[in-house]
């Protein structure tokens, strides 16, 4: 099991477009460069996203 949401993942998971959800993964990624840490392009920590989104 992998630690990381895709695109497809966040899409389904707030019933929104793909743009969008590469948008917020974006979003996500740039707030956690900013903390220090390496991200990886296309992925959010599902750790990460679960504390931004109350699902």
Same mark, same amino acid.
């Given at each position: 099991m992998s630690s990381f949401y895709r695109v497809d993942d966040?899409? %389904?998971i707030l019933g929104i477009s793909e743009? *969008?959800?590469y948008k &917020? &993964? !974006? !979003?996500?990624?740039k %707030?956690? *460069? %900013? *903390?220090?840490y390496i991200t990886i392009a296309g992925r959010v920590p599902i750790k990460y996203f679960k504390e931004k989104y109350y699902c």
């Open positions: 966040v899409r %389904e743009s *969008k959800a &917020i &993964i !974006q !979003q996500l990624n %707030e956690l *460069k %900013e *903390k220090g």
